[in-house]
């Protein structure tokens, strides 16, 4: 049984003195969680994030991860620093880095290699865009960025997959349970055929887009959504909360 995984990505919200009072608020209401319950924060979170979540059960990650182990990379955070501080997950290849800041499948590669070199678990993004949808091309984008993000990769133990489609994020719009559970089970399949039916038994693959407590329930009743990529609504304790509690 795969174990649901329900993550916020926090993306560029909260000073380090706001992100402790939001975990303090954050962590009795999530002291019964079932699913496994990570906090994806800015890199100047972290460490007063590491020690705001001492003593729950909230696991602490990063929202990107450099390519290299060290050297002239400026701005960049390598998977040493992100270890030494107590970081046990990452995102990679978020849409918002693949639009704004020239991530590609080729960069995805190189992260996602670091991270597994470093112990780090990946939660790695793939998604079409709204464009790509309506030309029907939502199969083969995804396969495009499997195949290449994950390109000589043979350890998935530690990786997580976060199926986002680009026009659900920040939208309000998300995609119908079914759908979600559809595209997610191509996605799965792929994973079958390229690296194997146990890789894909056990590779956990959330759905990420406009998920919040009145939807959380419905997806996560899906038979291939194995939990969430929260953006939004992992902004407020109660929301996020409540999605991670959403059996009740
Ligand atoms: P929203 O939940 O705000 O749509 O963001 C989703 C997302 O991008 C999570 O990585």
């Known amino acids: 049984m795969r174990k649901p995984i329900i993550a916020g990505n926090w993306k560029m919200n909260k000073t380090a003195a706001e992100a402790e009072a939001l975990i303090n608020e954050l962590k009795p209401l999530v002291k019964k969680s079932k699913p496994e319950v990570v906090i994806c924060v800015p890199y100047t979170d972290l460490w007063i994030a590491k020690k705001a979540i001492e ?8 929202e990107n991860v450099a390519w290299a182990d060290s050297g002239a990379f400026t701005g960049e955070i390598s998977a040493a620093m992100l270890k030494e501080i107590g970081v046990e ?3 990679i290849g978020h849409s918002e880095r693949r639009q704004y800041f020239g991530e590609t499948d080729e960069t995805v590669n190189m ?14 993004c793939v998604g079409e865009t709204l464009t790509e949808r309506e030309k029907n091309k939502t199969k083969k984008v995804l396969k495009k960025q499997i195949l290449e993000g994950f390109k000589d990769v043979t350890e998935f133990d530690n ?3 976060a199926y986002e489609p680009v ?6 719009k998300t995609a119908t ?6 595209t997610i089970g191509y996605i799965r399949s792929l994973i079958r055929k390229t690296f194997g039916a146990e890789v894909a038994k056990n590779l956990r693959i959330q759905y990420g887009g406009s998920m919040k407590p009145s939807n959380a329930k419905e997806l996560m009743a899906m038979r291939n959504i194995d939990g969430g ?15 991670v509690n959403y059996k009740g």
């Open 177 to 182: 349970a079914e759908d979600a559970n559809k």
């Open 229 to 243: 990529l929260i953006g939004g609504a992992a902004l407020k304790a109660e929301d996020f909360a409540a999605i």
């Open 159 to 161: 990786v997580v997959i």
């Open 167 to 172: 026009w659900a994020i920040g939208t309000g």
């Open 55 to 62: 003593g729950s059960k909230i696991k602490l990650g990063a």
């Open 89 to 91: 997950y990452v995102i």
């Open 111 to 124: 992260r996602l290699k670091q991270a597994l070199k470093n112990d780090l678990k990946p939660i790695v």
